[in-house]
């Protein structure tokens, strides 16, 4: 009865990682951008009090447990690292409370196998194979920037920034049984309340999508993000 769990339960998360959970998970808060209603440009904290303190040749950080859940009136600034059964994943993460709503804070969390999940908020991601998914969909690619947004109960966007130089890989958005590929720098993908998945959007046509983007960016720019 156990082998035939186990096989049961390998046979599950093979879906996603192939058999058994990542064999490498990492991730550390390595930072805070403040934010503040008068402020005209943010402005990068790598935690005050410990500003000159250097570990192993690194500013300090604070790691973060698979499992973790996680909530910020400020803009966090994390490094996630793991590997899968066929892919290595490492990249830089900001976790923001929506833009729109100053008291609100952005809530998420890292389940059992390390995947990110975004219930409140947004996330800018950026790095080696992004990685990330609110409750309802997930989304990634090798060598890009994406952004995930919580819009509302009823809206979740997930945004192809920026992609390589050379051979660009496409966006991939799951979400039950739908999927699709985002194929061009510059476009997002709606996933509604009732599983509907559109995928043909353009950030830019968007007056909305445009503002958001506009502004993730910029907290981006302040913590190593290039355009």
Known sequence: MRSLLLVATCMLSSIVWGCGAPSRFEAHITGVVTEKPDQKEPTPKRFDLLARVEINGKPPAVPVARGSEMASRDIIVMEVARTTADRDEDFTMLFGRPFDAPHQAALGKFDNEGTFILSVGWIFLWG?????????????????????????????????????????????????????????????????ADGSLDCINTIDDDPDAAAFIKKAKKYAKQVGWTP
Do not use: S
């Open 128 to 192: 080696d194979a992004p990685m990330a998914k609110t409750e309802w969909g997930a989304a990634g690619a090798d060598g890009t920037t994406i952004a995930i947004e919580v819009v509302g109960d009823e809206l979740h966007r997930y945004y192809y920034v920026k992609g390589k130089a050379i051979n660009p890989e496409p966006v991939w958005i799951k979400a039950g049984g739908n999927a699709c590929e985002l194929t061009q720098v510059g476009r997002f993908a709606e996933l509604k």
